[in-house]
């Protein structure tokens, strides 16, 4: 968790987030309690209150660095890549892999995931990172449509909803089933079922084996 640090109140506050974390990470969200912050931290209660009003506050800040820390995984990886078709397979790459391997902030998310009905605050900060990773896709396919890489009669949102909704999908059942799946094989096949609906008719592999054949 990155966070610049400019006076002792900002010190204070990471300190308590950075514990909370740990905490839920560790047991859930039934385990962060204000006890239990003071038990891991070196400051007591009336610290811990002057800081934060109650425990809700502490679980929006909680879940804002998580937020933060995923959004922080963006699509710079994939602008780098010259073909919108590695891009595509960089995108589904950085972002599974990325919320696999920051397995804290993964955590947090998931024990926060159940509080989006009855938290507005939780379900905003939800829509930030998922709103944000929709936003970047869409820009990726309209790109990729002007360069006439990718079928322009297409909706760039409705394709950046169902890459996002696929990213979800592969890192949910790869934590809840971590030896019955192969993510890489898993992130392949979603890149290139997007890559087969994207492909303009004149590129497609079956369209041209098809005229091919017919030629013969």
């Not at 006890?35 to 809700?56: A, M, N, P």
């Not at 800040?61 to 820390?69: D, F, I, P, R, T």
């Not at 696999?100 to 829509?127: C, F, G, K, N, P």
């Not at 944000?132 to 322009?152: D, I, N, P, Y």
Request: proline content about 1%; hydrophobic content about 45%; charged content about 30%.
């Amino acid at each position: 968790m990155n966070q610049e640090i400019r006076s002792v109140r900002d010190l204070r506050r990471h300190q308590i987030v950075s514990a909370a974390r740990a905490l839920v990470a560790e047991g859930g969200l039934e385990a962060l309690t204000i006890g239990g912050l003071e038990r891991r931290l070196e400051f007591t209660r009336g610290v811990i209150s002057y800081h934060f009003r109650d425990k809700d506050e502490i679980v929006a800040a909680v879940l804002e660095s998580a937020v933060s820390e995923m959004d922080a995984a963006t699509f710079a990886e994939a602008a780098a890549q010259a073909s919108f078709e590695d891009r595509i397979r960089s995108v589904f790459r950085s972002k599974v892999m990325g919320f696999l391997t920051h397995r804290e902030a993964q955590r947090v998310l998931l024990s926060l995931w159940t509080r989006t009905d009855a938290d507005e605050r939780a379900a905003a900060l939800h829509a930030r990172l998922f709103g944000g990773w929709r936003a970047q896709a869409v820009s990726l396919f309209r790109k990729a449509m002007t360069t006439g890489e990718c079928r322009s009669d297409l909706s760039p949102e409705r394709l950046a909803g169902i890459l996002v909704g696929n990213v979800v999908g592969v890192v949910v059942q790869t934590i809840c089933e971590k030896d019955a799946l192969n993510v890489a094989d898993l992130i392949d096949e979603a890149a290139e079922q997007t890559l087969a609906r994207c492909r303009p008719e004149k590129v497609r592999p079956e369209v041209a084996q098809t005229e091919a054949f017919a030629g013969a």
